[in-house]
């Protein structure tokens, strides 16, 4: 073990990318990407969180990534791991935890990849559709509140600036009952004008 | 016995954290944050911002160093960076430059 001159230890974290010559003993914690020429020992404390490449990997803590060994990969009966698998041999014991895809290369044609896809395009229409309306209801209904708000605003307000051009025309007319008749909404403001005019 | 070694061949592009001893004989890039003791041992190259305790370097360390206790050039190091810490000794041999603050 003394050989194996790399060890990151129990309350060390790594994060970022490792690569090497030499065996990797593994107790503490990796983050990122190991990539080594020989051997990645994981032991019970460690935790790796990386896409591993090397030669061998023997893994007896946790694993979360995907692992490429040009040699084996050996999950304990301690080890647990998620991710996919791609060596020549693997070798997984009573007791170890996995999931993940395993590919030992010579099945190659053997492997369906079209199930997993399937299943994943599936729901995603049905979250698209549900999605869409959603969004597209409440946009519709806001322009269309605030049109009819300001329609009423901008009506009295050329009704105010007619009236008092009105009442001068009509005493001379002598014509009362003329003017009513032309603007319904006006005739209250004209009238009470009209009583003022009367008195001057 | 330090728990942590890299190895002279193991390069890390990255960071390291932890609260124990590292000693590094290969190569380490980026940034390393200790509450312990940090070795660069004469294989050892560091192009890193050091935070630590102690700091001994052998070999050679690109970056600025931060030690709450001590740092110390060994000779035959090469040093480039500013060290602030309370205590900093320099070998006869050691290669340093940088500023130096023991406030």
Same mark, same amino acid.
């Given at each position: 073990?003394?050989?194996?001159?790399?060890?990151?230890?129990?309350?060390?974290?790594?994060?970022?990318?490792?690569?090497?010559?030499?065996?990797?003993?593994?107790?503490?914690?990796?983050?990122?990407?190991?990539?080594?020429?020989?051997?990645?020992?994981?032991? %019970?404390?460690?935790?790796? +969180?990386?896409?591993?490449?090397?030669?061998?990997?023997?893994?007896?803590?946790?694993?979360?990534?995907?692992?490429?060994?040009?040699?084996?990969? %050996?999950?304990?009966?301690?080890?647990?791991?998620?991710?996919?698998?791609?060596?020549?041999?693997?070798?997984? $014991?009573?007791?170890?935890?996995?999931?993940?895809?395993?590919?030992?290369?010579?099945?190659?044609?053997?492997?369906?990849?079209?199930?997993?896809?399937?299943?994943?395009?599936?729901?995603?229409?049905?979250?698209?559709?549900?999605?869409?309306?959603?969004?597209?209801? *409440?946009?519709?209904?806001?322009?269309?509140?605030?049109?009819?708000?300001?329609? *009423?605003? +901008?009506?009295?307000?050329?009704?105010?600036?007619?009236?008092? +051009?009105?009442?001068?025309?009509?005493?001379?007319?002598?014509?009362?009952?003329?003017?009513?008749?032309?603007?319904?909404?006006? $005739?209250?403001?004209?009238?009470?004008? +009209?009583?003022?005019?009367?008195?001057? | 016995?330090?728990?942590?070694?890299?190895?002279?061949?193991?390069?890390?592009?990255?960071?390291?954290?932890?609260?124990?001893?590292?000693?590094?004989?290969?190569?380490?890039?980026?940034?390393?944050?200790?509450?312990?003791?940090?070795?660069?041992?004469?294989?050892?190259?560091?192009?890193?911002?050091?935070?630590?305790?102690?700091?001994?370097?052998?070999?050679?360390?690109?970056?600025?160093?931060?030690?709450?206790?001590?740092?110390?050039?060994?000779?035959?190091?090469?040093?480039?960076?500013?060290?602030?810490?309370?205590?900093?000794?320099?070998?006869?041999?050691?290669?340093?430059?940088?500023?130096?603050?023991?406030?």
């Amino acid at each position: 073990m003394a050989d194996t001159s790399t060890i990151i230890g129990e309350t060390i974290l790594v994060n970022g990318n490792l690569s090497g010559d030499e065996d990797l003993l593994i107790l503490g914690k990796v983050e990122g990407s190991i990539s080594l020429t020989k051997t990645l020992h994981v032991q %019970e404390s460690g935790v790796v +969180k990386a896409n591993v490449q090397v030669k061998n990997a023997i893994i007896s803590g946790i694993v979360v990534g995907n692992i490429s060994a040009s040699d084996s990969v %050996e999950i304990t009966e301690q080890g647990r791991m998620v991710g996919d698998i791609k060596a020549p041999r693997i070798i997984i $014991v009573e007791g170890a935890s996995f999931r993940g895809h395993i590919d030992m290369g010579d099945l190659e044609a053997q492997r369906p990849s079209s199930p997993l896809p399937i299943r994943n395009e599936s729901p995603r229409p049905t979250l698209a559709r549900t999605a869409r309306p959603g969004l597209s209801a *409440p946009s519709a209904f806001r322009p269309t509140t605030p049109a009819p708000a300001k329609a *009423p605003a +901008k009506g009295p307000e050329p009704t105010k600036a007619e009236a008092p +051009k009105a009442p001068p025309p009509r005493p001379p007319a002598g014509k009362a009952p003329v003017a009513p008749p032309r603007p319904p909404p006006a $005739v209250v403001t004209a009238g009470k004008k +009209k009583v003022v005019v009367k008195k001057s | 016995m330090a728990n942590t070694v890299i190895g002279s061949s193991i390069v890390i592009d990255g960071e390291i954290s932890g609260d124990e001893d590292l000693v590094i004989q290969g190569t380490v890039k980026g940034k390393i944050a200790l509450k312990q003791s940090l070795f660069v041992e004469g294989t050892g190259t560091v192009e890193a911002d050091i935070q630590t305790q102690n700091v001994e370097i052998a070999g050679a360390v690109t970056g600025n160093i931060t030690a709450t206790d001590k740092v110390e050039l060994k000779a035959n190091c090469r040093m480039v960076g500013d060290i602030k810490a309370p205590r900093i000794l320099i070998a006869d041999g050691a290669s340093f430059k940088g500023n130096v603050d023991m406030d």
